[in-house]
């Protein structure tokens, strides 16, 4: 404060120029360039992806993840259940390729590629939590069988989309591998599909020959073949062949009459509208006009009736379903309430219904939980359905990340790839609100299927980046000295 009240005059380096002081004045000389301000720190997610991987280069590891690219094919096409249609012959694919790949995971780093991700973590969690209610099942022996067969067949496929992809050239790979698969749905639901009550149903398959199975599925993988169709540089050709593939699929999904499937649809459309550009959400809308159009006119008159009811319409067939899925949905909860920890234990809420209504004087019905979610939570306990729903948010959260990423960045592919797999979670977890599918490989693939995808990803955008020739530091500009102004 002194100092400011001082006569003193300043010293030099600090002292402006004053009137009547000519002289040229230095130019303003500068310490070091200017740079551009430091970059906010680094995600963990980004400093796990860009570290080197040790196998990546592995010839071994290499064969491993193809064996696993065909697993994932064999389940995905559902393949072997057609050739033992046609052919009545068994040839055990799958003991061809998962053999292979598990040692890839064990031997390779796999294990701790796929939990990495704390989707995977909780997903584990939720088959740790099957395991820990079993013994508290209503009806053990049936239980035991479910969360063996689970965790044999299904749970596995956490670390085989999982473990194994190390580079985005494999994580593209996994992505191909799923739309080749929807390829052979279409073609298997072109072949062997027939109409009963209005409704398509699959000759072809045990899996997925229930009508809203079959649409569920054509739900998850149809946005695999949709990544082919996009991007700069496909062919036209490409383009038109994968356009028909789509069209086609959406027919079958409709062809089903599953009200649940229409309104997977309805979402898929809205979160498409939300994410892509201009062009594309008008071309999303034309599609969906004509599409909407085209159905009315071709679609049998008992499907269009049964989808119709979904907005009020009567139909008799599909009322009395609605009253049965309200019914084992109200149970479903009735069950979580009375039996929060444990649940009546896994894959046994048929069972416990049926047994208690008929306990109780009544005739029971039966029938699977018609959703997913309160299935977990009847059967496996609130804990199991706490994993179970927080892996999946993760997943969509890591996917979403990089997407949003990919986008802002200019990274093309990846962010199609991203985008193509949100709109198949999108649509298959709406379908599953409808239909019991919680101890299905479809679900651990996804959630592994994600943390590949997404370390891969980071990965691919990290190396591009300290790859690209820097750009040279801009300096400031230097103003011309300032004229002396005469006294």
């Known amino acids: 404060m002194g100092r400011l009240l001082s006569n003193k005059p300043l010293t030099p380096r600090a002292s402006a120029p004053t009137l009547g002081a000519p002289g040229p004045v230095a130019p303003l000389k500068l310490s070091r360039p200017l740079t551009p301000a430091p970059r906010p720190s680094v995600p963990p997610l ?3 992806a860009i570290a080197p991987d040790p196998w990546e280069n592995d010839a071994i590891r290499k064969f491993a993840f193809y064996a696993a690219l065909g697993a994932l094919f064999f389940r995905f096409s559902v393949l072997p259940e057609v050739i033992y249609y046609v052919t009545h012959v068994q040839l055990y694919l799958l ?12 031997f390779f780093g796999g294990l701790q590629r796929t939990f990495r991700a704390r989707a995977a973590v909780l997903w584990l969690g939720f088959f740790a939590w099957m395991v820990i209610a079993t013994p ?5 022996s049936g239980s035991i069988t479910r969360t063996m067969d689970y965790g044999r067949y299904e749970v596995i496929f956490l670390v085989l989309a ?29 072949l062997f599909t027939q109409t009963e009550n209005g409704r398509v149903v699959l000759e072809a398959s045990g899996t997925i020959g229930n009508s809203n199975d079959l649409a569920a599925h054509m739900m998850l993988v149809l946005p695999f ?3 082919v169709m996009l991007g700069r540089g496909r062919s036209i050709f490409i383009r038109i062949a994968v356009l028909g593939c789509l069209l086609y699929g959406i027919w079958v999904v409709l062809g089903t009459a599953s009200r649940g499937a229409l309104a997977a649809l309805a979402l898929t459309l809205i979160l498409l509208l939300a994410r892509a550009s201009m062009a594309q959400r008008i071309a999303a809308l034309a599609l969906a006009v004509v599409l909407g159009a085209g159905a009315l006119a071709v679609l049998p008159g008992q499907t269009r009736a049964r989808l ?3 907005f009020g319409e009567q139909h008799k067939e599909a009322d009395e379903s609605a009253d049965l899925r309200w019914y084992v949905f109200k149970k479903s909860v009735e069950y979580t309430i009375k039996h929060p920890v444990f649940g009546v234990g896994p894959d046994q809420f048929v069972n416990f219904e049926g047994t208690s209504a008929l306990a109780a004087g009544g005739r029971g019905n039966w029938h699977a939980t018609h959703n997913t979610f309160t299935q977990v939570s009847s059967e496996c306990g ?16 890591q996917i979403a990340r990089v997407h949003k990423k990919a986008k802002r960045e200019g990274y093309e592919e990846i962010a199609n790839a991203c985008f193509c797999y949100m709109l198949a979670m999108a649509g298959y977890l709406s379908a599953l609100v409808f239909l019991s599918g919680a101890y299905t490989f479809y679900l651990p693939a996804m959630v592994g299927i994600s943390g590949a995808m997404g370390f891969a990803a980071m990965r691919q955008m990290q190396a591009t ?7 040279p530091a801009m300096p400031l500009p230097i103003r011309p000295p300032i004229a002396p102004v005469s006294a």
């Open 136 to 140: 508290f099942s209503t009806w053990k």
């Open 95 to 106: 003991y061809f390729v998962v053999p292979p790949a598990a040692i890839g995971i064990l």
């Open 465 to 471: 980046k300290a790859a690209a020739p820097a750009r």
């Open 162 to 190: 999982g473990g194994l992809v190390v580079t985005w050239k494999e994580a593209r790979a996994v992505v191909y591998t799923i739309a080749a698969a929807a390829v052979v749905n279409l073609a298997t639901a072109r």
């Open 308 to 310: 119709a009811s979904l």
């Open 46 to 48: 980004t400093q796990a």
């Open 382 to 397: 609130i804990p199991a359905f706490l994993f179970f729903v927080s892996a999946l948010i993760l997943a969509w959260r």
């Open 225 to 227: 073949l949709l990544f």
